[in-house]
């Protein structure tokens, strides 16, 4: 049964879509609608994203618009699939049409059929379509392959180069003889230095030169990176060890959180923003682990820039993006303290939970008599004593806790009010937290 | 090789051994000297090309990535805009970004030496020594870098200790300091800078810094009138009167 035989799509909890290996996004437009005549039982899909990358073309419902009925799931027609891109006919009828593109794609190997994206939305689609072409045509999945089993040789090739091992084929080509004897492996060695620098020249001639070099240049680094850090842990322990040492360590941060493809203004347009929050939502996930649920905006300012590589992005437009999480179904929010530091946090770090351990610190017996300061709270809840100090700011203005000033400072005590009846003041009940006050404060009195 | 017997083979086999690990390793020292070599070219022309031609590399997201993973793996920067004479004289421009980002980045790499408070003086060197052999990042740069980040909320701020000025990257609110020093407070109801000092191994910036965020917060509360002189923080909160709270 071919109903529906387009491919899911995984999107990330944020609702961005998760990119295959490689996969770089090139280009997003809005209500975007999704049509095919030759499957019968085609699903809807109605106004939607569309995705253009390097490998697939992705439709998102739009959930950003509450009003969709976004019950269609996200779908990725990988671009292998296309056997046809129509040129759009210029006529007075596309005058008063939205855009459409169409195209021609196998889904299995016995038929193939004709899909129309249809533009609602004010997209360029000229550029949209140019760039469908383009990617189309550089058949990037193709090269994946190639690129997995190159790197395999080269770190084949560098686990296995001891100190004269001989097989060092650092960037042995096909074609190589292969020499013997020492002469032949110290002539081997000459002619790859020398191969490298040629080709390092010839990649840094100007920048068409580096990239139609690119691929090669960045299996070249990879095979030096892993070089270096394989020489600096032998016993060969260069002088400037140190340094290349710490450098390593430095670009191993950044390797771990890059993203491949960051949202980009020219990519998401009119998008921009809401695009960019939902990376940042599904990015500031991990270092906000290794934060403990919390961590100061300027932070992932930096971490987020890094990760990005030269995809600067300004301090008003992370503002921008952390405050749209409001609107979108994310995992964390943005606080703002008094003080006016701004941090990010886990949702689950809410001030319910907080509230909920504070008043379990304010209820037993001991603090119901002498109450906490923040400082108690910050050990016991084992946060900095400002943060301590504002929840418990937060939760006197929420009426749980009252407080007393005195020499000894600011103390906080369990808010009894809510449970004395107005009617009668002297009734205590046999239960709840005013009962047991009562009695803590009753066998202080007596000691 | 083949083995012979005897003595004399035994000595001939290791000599042998011995001229081919001296061979190896010289091939192995001018490997590695070629490879620094290499690297060295490849990160100028890597950085040239990223000042260059920056904006010709964003339109292309494909060679981005792989821009990105070059400089990734050769540890180049990839955020090296010029300064320029608008950055200069308006502030447009990436430069100051760029350089917030880098200055951030350095802070949080310190962190776990000094608690997130940095000599200004000894950022600009940081800086200085990643930047290699552009132009020098002075610490008015730095200052306005740094307040181009006031955006993002008073949690990043330049504070003055004596003559000093330190960077302060984790605010109030974040920073464990302050319960260390809540809990070696505890002994004695107080301590003194010097103590906090010896203790932890902190700079005196940083100790006094804690301190008087401490004091701004009601915390603490000074006590000059002992008679070794020095200033005693007491904590009355955390003294022996108050009863110990139970962990929950």
């Known amino acids: 049964m071919a109903t529906n035989s387009l491919p899911k799509a995984d999107l990330t909890s944020s609702g961005r879509p998760v990119f295959l290996q490689n996969e770089i996004e090139c280009s997003i437009l809005s209500s975007v609608d999704l049509e095919c005549d030759d499957i019968p039982n085609f699903p809807l899909l109605k106004s939607g994203l569309l995705v253009l990358t390097t490998h697939r073309l992705l439709w998102l419902p739009d959930n950003s618009s509450s009003s969709s009925s976004s019950s269609a799931a996200a779908v990725a027609l990988p671009l292998s699939f296309l056997t046809h891109i129509f040129s759009t006919k210029k006529s007075v009828k596309t005058l008063f049409h939205s855009p459409r593109v169409r195209f021609q794609a196998s889904l299995d190997s016995s038929k193939s059929v004709v899909m129309t994206v249809v533009m609602r939305g004010k997209g360029d689609t000229d550029a949209f379509l140019a760039k469908f072409w383009e990617n189309w045509r550089a058949r990037a999945w193709e090269n994946d392959v190639q690129t997995q089993t190159q790197a395999g040789v080269g770190s084949s090739s560098v686990s296995g180069s001891g100190p004269g091992s001989g097989s060092g084929g650092f960037y042995t080509r096909e074609g190589a003889v292969r020499m013997v004897g020492v002469s032949g492996i110290l002539r081997k060695e000459q002619e790859m230095w020398e191969s490298t620098d040629k080709s390092l020249q010839e990649a840094f001639q100007d920048l068409n030169a580096l990239m139609s070099k690119a691929k090669e240049m960045v299996i070249l680094a990879e095979k030096m990176r892993q070089k270096l850090l394989s020489g600096s842990n032998s016993k060969s322990s260069a002088t400037n060890d140190d340094e290349v040492g710490s450098k390593e360590e430095m670009q191993d941060w950044l390797l771990s959180v890059g993203i491949v493809s960051p949202v980009t203004k020219e990519s998401a347009g009119a998008l921009y923003h809401q695009q960019l929050s939902r990376q940042l939502a599904d990015y500031v996930r991990i270092p906000l682990e290794r934060a403990g649920g919390m961590i100061n905006l300027i932070d992932v300012y930096c971490l987020f820039n890094r990760a990005r590589g030269t995809e600067l992005i300004s301090p008003d437009d992370l503002l921008r993006a952390c405050s749209l999480w409001e609107k979108f179904d994310v995992p964390v929010m943005l606080r703002k303290f008094d003080s006016g530091v701004m941090v990010i946090q886990n949702k689950s770090h809410s001030d319910e939970e907080v509230f909920a351990r504070i008043k379990a610190l304010v209820t037993n017996p001991d603090t119901l008599r002498t109450g906490i300061s923040a400082s108690d709270a910050a050990m016991t809840l084992g946060i900095a004593p400002g943060m301590a100090k504002e929840h418990l700011l937060t939760a006197e203005s929420k009426g749980l806790l009252c407080r007393d000033i005195s020499p000894d400072g600011f103390r906080f005590y369990i808010n009894l009010f809510p449970e004395i009846n107005t009617d009668d003041v002297y009734l205590v009940k046999d239960y709840g937290i005013y009962n047991t006050w009562v009695r803590v404060a009753s066998a202080s009195r007596l000691e | ?248």
């Open chain 2, 1 to 248: 090789m083949r083995r012979r017997p005897g003595i004399g083979g035994l000595q001939t086999a290791a000599a042998a051994r011995d001229q081919y690990r001296l061979v190896g390793e010289n091939v192995a020292k001018i490997r590695t000297d070629m490879m620094k070599e290499q690297l060295a070219t490849f990160r100028t022309q890597l950085e040239e090309f990223a000042r260059k031609h920056k904006n010709d590399i964003r339109k292309n997201p494909a060679f981005r990535s792989q821009f990105h993973e070059m400089c990734a793996k050769v540890g180049v920067d990839p955020l090296a805009s010029n300064k320029g004479f608008w950055a200069e004289l308006l502030g447009i421009g990436d430069f100051y970004y760029e350089l917030g980002v880098q200055i951030v980045e350095i802070c949080l790499a310190t962190r776990p030496h000094n608690g997130g408070l940095i000599n200004l003086q000894e950022l600009c060197i940081l800086l200085r020594q990643r930047k290699s052999d552009r132009e020098a990042v002075s610490e008015d740069d730095c200052l306005r870098a740094i307040s181009k980040l006031k955006v993002l909320g008073s949690g990043f701020e330049v504070i003055s200790v004596g003559k000093k000025k330190l960077v302060r990257s984790v605010p109030t609110e974040l920073n464990k300091d302050h319960n260390e020093i809540l809990e070696l407070a505890q002994a004695q109801g107080f301590v003194t800078v010097e103590e906090v000092e010896r203790r932890f191994s902190w700079t005196s910036g940083r100790a006094i810094d804690a301190l008087d965020t401490l004091l701004d917060e009601g915390l603490a509360m000074i006590d000059d009138g002992h008679r070794d002189g020095k200033r005693r923080y007491w904590f009355p909160c955390v003294s022996s009167n108050s009863t110990p709270v139970a962990d929950t």
